[in-house]
């Protein structure tokens, strides 16, 4: 028996996010279904955590067991054939048996991408389409107040009864527009659900001019599940990567 | 009583073409049913010509014929208001009653993406997944025998019995690589259904160094349905401008 590290990459617009459900196609469900099909029986696959409906990934990381004599470089190609044309395993590698994609992680980036040009409608299921042009330098100086390590409780759903420590670091905000794009990478200990979402939809009310840094300093503050009400749309977030010890 | 020129983009990825059909999707039958919503009654909407599945637009041409008393400037918002979102009017204008987006149309320009490097899963219904590479030099060379008046029989669909005259002008050819996508342009008085994938898709096997030039001069003088048998994915064509006396 041995335990595979895979790394995936998929288009998450026709999928309601990454975790198994009754009655929706989701990632995990049709990666899962290839893998029991190889393996003639169900094998649990385990990812770093969930993405949400709409939400992409470049280096979602799962992990599985199996027992199965296939050489390691020939993985990639038997489970991609089988998948469909917006899921790809990008690496699969054999790791220690105590590896686990959810528990060992150590850091996760997210990146989010803000179209402020005219409406593009080949890209609005990559790219959130705003439309509009807002100040990059005051969502900038705002995002400062993110850095390092908070209490995020303001910051992400309401619905984490499971996860009663909100404290998080984030330790990378980088913010760069280039053509009318701007985009948004987040490097962090941890993201908690909506986190990012929730953080770039209120940099972006900044960047409108509709709020102060002082109140997101706030709002941050007041670690209340009712002080922030902005969330950015699912499709213009990415998780990229996912950091282990190695 | 009106008539109104539009121009129309759309990502062709979840519709059966513009041509309205029984139990598919089209382009034309939504647009269709929003200005008919719009006016109570059916009101006629007349393309420029038809786009295959999966193929996009830049820029359509469509014409109706409406009494309705819109000021010529919201059109364009209450269209788009109840249109989905992979489908926007760009532009719609009052236009000469003898004008028509098919009869009047004089040329026609048609672009083409390959993506010469390894698959990309968020483009792969916006540009041609070819993943390898193929060479440059000898598909200019030889899409120069394309260029002028030709009988394009060969390079056209078999079931064309209503367009007994296959002899069109291409009057531009223009190819070009940037960062291993390659982008082809077609200018021309008229392309018939496949012309321009089936053209593309011979310059791939050129590429590819599996056809010579002198074979595709040979195919092009046959004038026969069985003398080409490539033919480009939809996914990688755009139908970007029609031009017209203005």
Redesign the interface.
């Known amino acids: 028996m041995s335990r595979y590290k895979c790394i995936v ?3 998450g617009s026709d999928y309601h996010g990454w975790q198994s459900q009754r009655n929706h196609q989701t990632v995990q469900e049709t990666i899962n279904n290839v893998i029991d099909r190889l393996h003639g029986h169900h094998i649990k696959i385990m990812a770093s955590g969930r993405t949400d409906q709409h939400v ?1 990934a470049l280096g979602q990381v799962f992990h599985f067991d199996s027992d199965m004599k296939i050489p390691e470089g020939q993985w990639i190609k038997a489970i991609n054939h089988r998948l469909p ?4 395993i990008i690496d699969i590698k054999i790791v220690a048996d105590d590896f686990h994609a959810r528990y060992s992680a150590r850091k996760k980036r997210y990146d989010y991408y803000v179209n402020t040009n005219a ?1 593009d ?2 890209q ?1 299921d ?1 790219i959130f389409q705003l439309n509009q042009k807002i100040d990059l330098q005051s969502i900038k100086e705002t995002s400062s107040i993110f850095l390092g390590e908070h209490d995020f409780s303001s910051f992400c759903s309401n619905n984490l009864t499971d996860t009663p420590n909100q404290v998080r670091v984030i330790e990378t905000i980088d913010i760069e527009e280039t053509n009318g794009i701007i985009h948004f990478i987040f490097i962090g200990n941890g993201f908690m659900r909506y986190m990012v979402r929730m953080i770039v939809g209120t940099l972006i009310e900044v960047g409108k001019g509709k709020l102060t840094k002082s109140a997101v300093i706030q709002m941050l503050e007041a670690k209340s599940k009712t002080a922030c009400r902005y969330k950015a749309k699912p499709e213009g977030l990415y998780l990229v990567e996912v950091f282990y010890d190695d």
Chains 1, 2 share one sequence.
């Open positions: 990459s998929y288009d992409h044309k917006d899921i790809r409406y409608l080949f609005c990559h």
